[in-house]
């Protein structure tokens, strides 16, 4: 494991041979490191976010285009709907943010948190595919990942 890239991916591999593996929300476990900056959890994105594509511009684009078809598409059409005043269109992104908002709540119950958070939800999920971006941006830099003072590069590609 010390060699892994992604530690809690390779851990679940080698458990998973042992029986089944719940993979959830819970409110048990807490994390060891307290990520309070944005630039620390952007780190902490940057470095396997790219690694858990597997190294592919395909699916780096593939990637990219979902998150933003499922979280500014629904913004953005609303907005646009609502400048234009095209009821056809802004009728259909309001109900697609609903959904979108409303599928978060379940979880900001769970922690406690307050359900506005909610709105946050487009905005995180812009956030998560710059980070995601960058990580493949480092990659091809020949910057990489970096974990516990190790750095790497795609298989076959080690300096």
Known sequence: MRAARIDDCTLAALLKPHGAIWLGLGTESH????YRQLGE???????????????SPWRLLGATLVMTFLY??????????????NVWLAMPTLLACLLMLTA????????????L???????????????????ARRHYGGRGGA?????YSAPGQER
């Open 31 to 34: 994390s060891l490191r307290d």
């Open 41 to 55: 959890i952007w780190r902490m994105v940057a470095r396997s976010a790219y690694v858990q594509l597997r190294f």
């Open 72 to 85: 500014a598409g629904p913004v953005g059409g609303l907005l646009y709907g609502l400048w234009t005043e």
């Open 104 to 115: 978060y709540v379940p979880t900001l119950r769970l922690y406690a948190l307050n359900p």
């Open 117 to 135: 958070r909610a709105f946050s939800l487009p905005i995180a999920a812009l956030f998560y595919t710059l980070m995601t971006l960058d990580s």
């Open 147 to 151: 974990w516990k003072g190790r750095h």
